[in-house]
C-alpha cells in the first residue's frame, strides 16, 4: 500500500509503502470486537462490595414475637427486606480480566490498522519529536493534521517528551508500536503514524510470526 509521508509542516515530502501484511489485511469485525471487549474488562477495578445479612452490623434478636402479633413472622433486623439490612447476591470484590490468544490480539490490531489505513484516516508523517516539552509545540504540529477530534499518535520509540508535551491535550492518545491498544486505535478518528513507527511495525508483526 501505497501512502504520502507529510512533514510537520503538512507538506508532501514522500511517498512510502506499508506492508501490506499490517495495512493490507482483510478487516476481522469479529476478532476486533473481541480484542476490544478483552481490554474494557480488563480495565475494571472489580472493587465494588455489598454486606450480606451475616456481615451487617446490628441486634440478632427478633423484633416481635413469632405468634401472636398479626404480623408476618420476622427473624432478625439484619434481614434483607428491612431497610438497613443486609444484600442479597450483591457485588463482591472479583478479578474481571481475562487473556485472549496472542494470535487473535495481533490479527485484531493488523484488521484495525487496516481499516485505518482504508478508510484514509491513518496519516503518515516524517520523524518529529517535542525537545522542549511544551503543549502548544506539539499543538502547532498537531493542527496541520487533526481538527478537534480523537486523535492517535503511533510512536516509533517511548519518547518521554512528546507525551509530555500532549499529556494535557484533549482527546490525543500516544501509542508505541509494540503497545498498541484496540480500543483507542478503532476510534480515533484521526490515526498519526511516524515513518519510523511504520517501518517498525513491519518488523514487529514480521518477528512476532517466525516465533511461532
Do not use: W
Not at 40 to 59: D, M, Q, Y
Not at 82 to 110: C, E, H, Q, W
Not at 189 to 212: C, D, H, M, P
Amino acid at each position: 500500500m501505497e501512502k504520502k509521508v507529510y512533514s510537520v509542516d503538512g507538506k508532501e515530502l514522500r511517498t512510502i509503502t506499508l506492508d501490506d501484511n499490517v495495512f493490507g489485511q482483510p478487516v476481522n469485525e469479529d476478532v476486533i470486537y473481541y480484542a476490544i471487549t478483552n481490554e474494557l474488562a480488563n480495565k475494571r477495578v472489580g472493587t465494588a462490595c455489598t454486606k450480606t445479612r451475616s456481615e451487617v452490623h446490628g441486634s440478632n434478636a427478633k423484633p416481635y414475637k413469632q405468634k401472636g402479633t398479626g404480623h408476618a413472622r420476622r427473624g432478625d433486623k439484619k434481614s434483607p427486606i428491612n431497610v438497613g439490612g443486609g444484600t442479597i447476591f450483591g457485588p463482591k470484590p472479583r478479578d474481571y480480566s481475562y487473556a485472549i490468544p496472542k494470535k487473535a490480539k495481533r490479527l485484531a490490531m493488523k484488521s484495525i490498522l487496516s481499516l485505518q489505513a482504508q478508510s484514509d484516516r491513518l496519516t503518515v508523517v516524517e520523524d518529529f519529536t517535542v525537545e522542549s516539552g511544551k503543549t502548544k509545540d506539539l499543538v502547532k504540529i498537531l493542527s496541520n493534521f487533526a481538527k478537534d477530534e480523537r486523535t492517535v499518535v503511533i510512536l516509533k520509540d517511548n519518547d518521554a517528551m512528546i507525551k509530555r508535551a500532549g499529556r494535557n491535550i484533549h482527546n490525543l492518545s500516544f501509542l508505541s508500536y509494540n503497545r498498541l491498544r484496540a480500543h483507542d486505535l478503532f476510534y480515533g478518528r484521526k490515526v498519526i503514524l511516524l515513518e519510523g513507527a511504520a517501518k517498525n511495525l513491519s518488523e514487529f508483526y514480521k518477528t512476532e510470526e517466525e516465533a511461532q
